[in-house]
């Protein structure tokens, strides 16, 4: 009999995950809830796998000294306590459990909200300090209030759903959501933030923390906040602007906040929230119910179960596809994801950005891959949208379609070259697609832009300019990008006729300024200046 597979469970897990663990008996469990990094690091040769919270910290020492692991198993969300790099590097599967705490964080939000409008903590503080002061405790009531929910993700989709069984106008700002999503959630959309911040009552954010919503509830956006507005926090810190929050508090604009999460965690000492009493500080613990700590456990344990044993590496963040040959996919993917991005991007630039449908046609030798490539481009769709730890090749078409946005592989028509791809986005009225060729010998290039013909390496931070085509465009564009200290990577110019539309695609080292958009909006003749960075690889 071949010798056990050693899995080290540590932070204490629930006790229904390890179960599933023990059940398999080519598995050997160890339970230490508390090793100490220096115990830790001599003894964990021995495991195959480690199941854990965020308390054990699997850095990149511990990962080189870890000779036999396989499996990293987080039972919970964020993966900020592993070396992922590393882990991929020594080819070592890293596992998370990102849905198991949405219904927690939901209650919780209306726990909170309650607590604050009837004063629920001022209440019972006062009873156990030997008082009865009802008359201060007077409250307000949640039923015909307007709920602003900003993301309707998991989280805010279970907030809608519970917010309509307490008789509240539930309307939400989320531009990359379809309006089926909405429909379904019995929803009313707001167009852009500020429609939605005129109107809430109740204002709370439910996005990841990206380049996008940081500081996206500031100053400016309180002051469009109803007088007496409240606003939630349960999402990242960092997303409501602390000075902008404690200044609308000071002034008596806002009635209140809830705050379960802080740039910093844990907040220690002096925090300037500390004293205001209309504020509701929480210690970051909108996923510690006892159900969500056991579904996270149990997924996570269930996960690392079928990859020890099966070999199944579905839910691996850092895995590549299972069966495909990464060597020569790699690229194809890389180009895939791109050039669903610079789709994106462009049709956000018109002002579509709630897309409907993704296709993907690809020639003949990428055919049989094309589920991997239309993964990857919905990787690439919903790159900084999503949380990035929660997307991967595996679960991007699921994420893609539970968003609402159809995913098709397009048959026929389409041979330009045996390994091109050519990805198309629809978003209501409006349409782009985007292609290149990854072939085997070169790196892959982006070919088409809509209409027109391009030949680039989508790489680095890609411009898409549209203008007209008339002379000095090049130049003064050039002279711009000089200016602001950005160095032209490659240059290509394509129009469909003379004296038409020009588009030009220009790939830059690193990232620009953030004013190059304006700069460059601002030449004569140029109509539309796109900026794609792009993200991790395929
Ligand atoms: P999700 O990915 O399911 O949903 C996020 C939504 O935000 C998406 O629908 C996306 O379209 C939308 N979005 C992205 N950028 C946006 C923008 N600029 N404007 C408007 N909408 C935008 O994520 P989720 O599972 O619902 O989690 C939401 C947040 O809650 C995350 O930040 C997550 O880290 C956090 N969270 C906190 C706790 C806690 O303990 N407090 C627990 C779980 C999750």
Request: aromatic share 4%; hydrophobic share 50%; charged share 25%.
């Given at each position: 009999m071949p010798a056990p597979l050693k899995i080290l469970v540590t932070d204490e897990i629930d006790a229904e995950g390890v179960a599933l663990l023990r059940a398999v008996p080519e598995f050997d469990v160890d339970e230490q809830p508390t090793l100490t990094p220096p115990v830790l690091l001599e003894r964990i040769g021995q495991y195959d796998a480690i199941v854990g919270r965020s308390?054990?910290?699997?850095?990149?020492?511990?990962?080189?000294?870890?000779?036999?692991?396989?499996?990293v198993g987080r039972a919970g969300v964020g993966v900020d306590n592993i070396a992922m790099d590393a882990a991929t590097e020594l080819g070592i599967a890293v596992i998370n459990a990102p849905a198991g705490n949405t219904v927690a964080v939901a209650e919780l939000f209306f726990g909170s909200v309650i607590s604050l409008l009837r004063h629920l903590t001022r209440a019972d503080q006062s009873m156990h300090e030997g008082r009865?002061?009802?008359s201060d405790l007077?409250?307000?009531?949640?039923?015909?209030?307007?709920?602003?929910?900003?993301?309707?993700?998991?989280?805010?989709?279970?907030?809608?759903?519970?917010?309509?069984?307490?008789?509240?106008?539930?309307?939400?700002?989320?531009?990359?959501?379809?309006?089926?999503?909405?429909?379904?959630?019995?929803?009313?959309?707001?167009?852009t933030l500020d429609a939605l911040l005129g109107v809430a009552g109740i204002v709370t954010v439910h996005t990841p923390l990206t380049d996008e919503t940081t500081g996206m509830i500031g100053a400016a956006a309180m002051a469009k906040l109803p007088r007496g507005a409240i606003v939630v926090n349960m999402a990242r810190g960092g997303i409501v602007d602390d000075d902008a929050l404690r200044a609308a508090l000071d002034r008596g604009h806002l009635a209140g906040a809830v705050l379960d999460v802080y740039v910093k965690e844990p907040l220690t000492g002096e925090h300037p929230f500390r004293p205001y009493h209309n504020v509701v500080l929480l210690p970051h613990i909108g996923a510690s119910s006892a159900e969500a700590q056991r579904n996270v456990a149990v997924d996570a344990c269930a996960a690392v179960r079928d990859a020890l044993l099966n070999g199944d590496?579905?839910?691996?963040?850092?895995?590549?596809?299972?069966?495909?040959?990464?060597?020569?996919?790699?690229?194809?993917?890389?180009?895939?994801?791109?050039?669903?991005?610079?789709a994106r991007a462009l049709l956000a630039d018109r002002g579509a950005t709630a897309i409907d449908e993704l296709t993907i046609k690809t020639g003949d030798d990428l055919t049989a891959s094309a589920g991997a490539l239309l993964a990857a481009a919905a990787a690439g769709l919903l790159e900084g949208i999503v949380e990035q730890e929660r997307l991967n090749l595996i679960n991007a078409r699921a994420l893609a379609t539970a968003r609402g946005i159809v995913l098709a592989h397009g048959e026929g028509g389409f041979a330009p070259h045996s390994r091109a791809i050519e990805v198309r986005l629809s978003a209501g009225a409006h349409a782009m697609r985007v292609g290149g060729v990854a072939a085997l010998d070169f790196t892959p290039r982006l070919t088409r832009i809509g209409d027109f013909h391009v030949d680039v390496a989508p790489r680095g931070t890609l411009l898409v300019l549209t203008n007209h085509d008339v002379p000095g465009v090049i130049g003064r564009v050039g002279t711009a990008l000089a200016e602001a200290g950005v160095n032209i990577a490659e240059y290509h110019q394509a129009r469909l006729a003379a004296g038409g539309d020009a588009l030009a695609v220009v790939t830059i080292d690193g990232a620009p300024p953030a004013h190059?958009?304006?700069?460059?909006?601002?030449?004569?003749?140029?109509?539309?200046?796109?900026i794609v960075r792009f993200g991790g690889d395929a």
């Open positions: 308390a054990t910290k699997v850095t990149e020492a511990l990962l080189r000294r870890a000779v036999r692991l396989k499996v009865w002061e009802r007077l409250g307000t009531e949640l039923r015909g209030k307007t709920l602003g929910i900003v993301g309707l993700g998991r989280i805010g989709g279970e907030v809608a759903q519970r917010a309509h069984a307490f008789g509240m106008d539930v309307h939400a700002y989320d531009p990359y959501v379809s309006d089926e999503r909405f429909a379904a959630l019995r929803v009313r959309r707001a167009a590496l579905s839910r691996t963040l850092n895995g590549v596809l299972a069966g495909e040959d990464a060597a020569t996919l790699g690229p194809a993917l890389v180009l895939a994801r791109r050039a669903a991005a610079v190059v958009r304006d700069t460059l909006m601002a030449l004569r003749d140029v109509r539309s200046a796109t």
